[in-house]
Every structure is written in C-alpha cells, then in structure tokens.
C-alpha cells in the first residue's frame, strides 16, 4: 500500500466492508511486524500533577473544572513510583501533567537528574507548551522524548477546542522539540464534533511528514464536567482504521495501543496491537491520585495498585502471539 493520498485514506476510513477493513489490519499487521519485530513495549507512566492553565473542551481536568481536586506529588513519591516500575522490569517513565503555568522548570531538571541517577530508564516528558530554554534545559538534564500530540491537524477546530491557544505555536513547540534532539511524539483523537474523515486524513499524512518517533491515537471520550460533555465518543472501529493506516504511512513510529481505546465500552487494546500498535502504557500514579486525572471517565483499572495492569501483559501477549519486550524501545530509525 505504501504512500496514500487524502482520498485514497478517507476512501478506507469510510470502508464498511468487512473483507477490506480485514485486509487494511492484516497490512498494518505486516508492516508493523516487518519494521517493529514482534516485541509489545512497555511505558510506565506517571500522572503527577493535574493542575492545568488550559480551557480544552474536551479535557477533564481543564481548568474550568472545579470539582476536582488538584495535586502535585513530590519529588519523593514520583522517585517512589519510578522505582515501583523500575522493580517490575521497565525501563521507560512517562512524567505527564496538565500544563501549569505554577510547575518550577528548575524542579523539573532537578527531578530528571535524579531519576537519571538513580535509575536506568528512558525519560518522556508530556507537560505541553513550554518555552524553548525550558525544554533545552530538560533535554539537557537528560530528558530523552518529549510527547506533544497535534490533537487535530485542522487549525480552526484546533483553535475553537483550544481556547487561547494558537495552532502555529503548537507547530514551533514540535519543531522546538525536534531541534533539540528529543525523539518526539505526536497524536490526535478521533471522533471530535466538527471534524471530518478529511480531516483525519490529514493528520495521518501530518505524522508521516513530520516523521514523528511516537504517535498516540485515540477516540474522543466525553466528560460531564466539559463543554463536550453530551457529544458521542469517537468510534473504535474509526480509531483502530487511524491506527491501522497510520502504521502503513510511518512504518517506523512507535504506535501505542491508547488507555482511552482501553477504556470504552469495550477494552479495544487487543485490538490496536493487531491492527499496528506495538506499545503499551501502565499506570504508576499512586492510587489515591490517580482518579483525580481523570482526564476522560472510565479510565481503566483505577482503583488497582500502580503497575497493576503489568501483571495482565503476559497473558495479553500470549494470545497474540507476541511478547512483551523489557527494553527502552528508543526511535526506529
Ligand atoms: N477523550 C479522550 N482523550 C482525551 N484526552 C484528553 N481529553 C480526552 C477525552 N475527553 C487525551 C488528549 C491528550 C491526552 C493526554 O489525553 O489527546 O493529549
């Protein structure tokens, strides 16, 4: 299938054919397997904080959100929590928090050393926009990829969802980002009111282009507490063709199988990885914390003890007929 335009991918977004939409994951399936190997990586990730300075309609923990409850961990229970993932075999941390204008960029470099220090483990960052001598200094400091997804790559539903924020400096955050030398990750959601097959067609050709190391994909999951509350959740079946197509477009991008494809009516994770994701995320957030980022409802094993779902991988891998790889999984070149 190799390169595809706009129409040829909304023609398979579209696809209702049972036989085709089979033979679109098959292929997926082979050009993950011929590019990734057959191994299923494994990211440990730590919601440390959700406070956020940001109005996102679709997002839980927007700063609209009152009834939640806002926290920080210390540096001494994120170090407690690494160390949690680090004992089960991992060797990727995720930091993710809601952008927040009140984090200390000299805390964070503090808290990267750190881990480096103590532990051998590759560094994600997710903390949104920042500017380009924070993100040196966390890159510095020895922070290796940084996770920043596009959401939509059509600029007026990005501005309409995103109030004050500004699709341009999305762009020079990720080019920042690139510059800097962190392997960096892009994504989008699917199912959004407003946009259109056309438009999920672009943001496939956008991962590609930009030739991103990591892309996450998922479907929109409506929150009560946002703007979006009472628009449907995207569909499975159109984020598991996203995924499919995106992997047969990248070749090369590390594709999780999302918590949010995780977390619908249905746990769909099996799925994506059949479909071309060859990455898992576990949970590590200390219990008491995590049902506060709630970023969407639902959110799979919430009251379980962090890495919880580790325990759960095996037996996923098994009836794929994969493994779960132990390695830091860095970008495919
Ligand atoms: N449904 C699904 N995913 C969501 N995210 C935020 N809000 C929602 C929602 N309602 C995703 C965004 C963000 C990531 C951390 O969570 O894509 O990048």
């Given at each position: 299938?190799?390169?595809?335009?706009?129409?040829?991918?909304?023609?398979?977004?579209?696809?209702?054919?049972?036989?085709?939409?089979?033979?679109?994951?098959?292929?997926?399936?082979?050009?993950?397997?011929?590019?990734?190997?057959?191994?299923?990586?494994?990211?440990?990730?730590?919601?440390?904080?959700?406070?956020?300075?940001?109005?996102?309609?679709?997002?839980?923990?927007?700063?609209?959100?009152?009834?939640?409850?806002?926290?920080?961990?210390?540096?001494?229970?994120?170090?407690?929590?690494?160390?949690?993932?680090?004992?089960?075999?991992?060797?990727?941390?995720?930091?993710?928090?809601?952008?927040?204008?009140?984090?200390?960029?000299?805390?964070?470099?503090?808290?990267?050393?750190?881990?480096?220090?103590?532990?051998?483990?590759?560094?994600?960052?997710?903390?949104?926009?920042?500017?380009?001598?924070?993100?040196?200094?966390?890159?510095?400091?020895?922070?290796?990829?940084?996770?920043?997804?596009?959401?939509?790559?059509?600029?007026d539903l990005y501005e309409e969802l995103h109030p004050g924020m500004s699709f341009d400096n999305?762009?020079?955050?990720?080019?920042?980002?690139?510059?800097?030398?962190?392997?960096?990750?892009?994504?989008?959601?699917?199912?959004?009111?407003?946009?259109?097959?056309?438009?999920?067609?672009?943001?496939?050709?956008?991962?590609?282009?930009?030739?991103?190391?990591?892309i996450g994909i998922g479907p929109f999951i409506p929150h009560s507490q946002t703007e979006l509350s009472l628009d449907a959740p995207g569909d499975y079946l159109l984020t598991l063709?996203?995924?499919?197509?995106?992997?047969?477009?990248?070749?090369?991008?590390?594709?999780?199988?999302?918590?949010?494809?995780?977390?619908?009516?249905?746990?769909?994770?099996?799925?994506?990885?059949?479909?071309?994701?060859?990455?898992?995320?576990?949970?590590?957030?200390?219990?008491?914390?995590?049902?506060?980022?709630?970023?969407?409802?639902?959110?799979?094993?919430?009251?379980?003890?962090?890495?919880?779902?580790?325990?759960?991988?095996?037996?996923?891998?098994?009836?794929?007929?994969?493994?779960?790889?132990?390695?830091?999984?860095?970008?495919?070149?």
């Open positions: 299938m190799g390169t595809l335009n706009n129409k040829e991918l909304v023609d398979l977004l579209l696809s209702t054919d049972k036989k085709e939409i089979h033979k679109l994951f098959d292929e997926a399936d082979r050009v993950r397997a011929e590019y990734m190997g057959e191994g299923i990586l494994v990211r440990g990730i730590i919601e440390f904080s959700n406070l956020c300075r940001n109005t996102c309609k679709y997002c839980g923990i927007n700063k609209f959100n009152k009834k939640l409850k806002r926290y920080l961990l210390t540096k001494e229970e994120i170090l407690e929590s690494v160390k949690l993932l680090v004992q089960d075999n991992l060797k990727t941390v995720i930091l993710q928090s809601g952008e927040d204008d009140g984090l200390d960029p000299v805390w964070l470099k503090d808290l990267i050393i750190s881990i480096k220090q103590l532990f051998d483990v590759a560094i994600t960052l997710s903390v949104g926009e920042r500017n380009y001598e924070e993100y040196k200094m966390w890159k510095e400091a020895g922070a290796d990829r940084f996770l920043l997804k596009i959401e939509t790559t059509d600029g999305r762009l020079k955050c990720l080019k920042e980002l690139k510059e800097l030398g962190y392997q960096v990750g892009s994504g989008n959601l699917v199912g959004l009111k407003g946009q259109s097959l056309e438009s999920i067609a672009n943001d496939i050709i956008f991962f590609a282009d930009y030739d991103f190391d990591m063709k996203t995924i499919a197509l995106t992997r047969i477009m990248t070749k090369r991008a590390h594709i999780p199988a999302t918590t949010a494809l995780g977390s619908m009516e249905k746990d769909y994770r099996a799925e994506a990885l059949k479909a071309g994701a060859n990455v898992i995320m576990v949970n590590y957030t200390p219990t008491k914390y995590k049902e506060l980022y709630e970023i969407y409802p639902g959110k799979r094993c919430l009251k379980e003890a962090p890495g919880a779902c580790n325990n759960c991988l095996p037996f996923m891998a098994k009836e794929l007929n994969r493994k779960i790889d132990y390695s830091k999984g860095n970008a495919v070149d």
